[in-house]
């Protein structure tokens, strides 16, 4: 699924919503996700094919698995988090990573 398609998929849902207020939604959620990974923070999206739990018991309960997800990070992620690990290694200057937000 692409962005686009998430967008209209979710807009079809949400009749009582405005094309654009989706098409926001969903670019605040990835860019939160983005900025998250660039910090270096762990980002966890539950429910795609892990073993559950029985929540009273705790006891492990086996999900099957019908498909496996895929995730494939676009350009922009890619730099961010590339830019983000050089200048942490101290290996080159916010310059010479293209970010000269001083």
Known sequence: MTKSELIARLAGKNPHLYQRDVERIVATVFDEISKALARGDRV???GFGRTGRNPRTGEQ???AS???PYFKTGKDLRDRLNKEAVRAAGLASPEATGDDKS
Do not use: I, P, W, Y
């Open 61 to 63: 309960v086996a999900v």
């Open 66 to 68: 019908k498909r496996v």
């Open 44 to 46: 966890e999206l539950r």
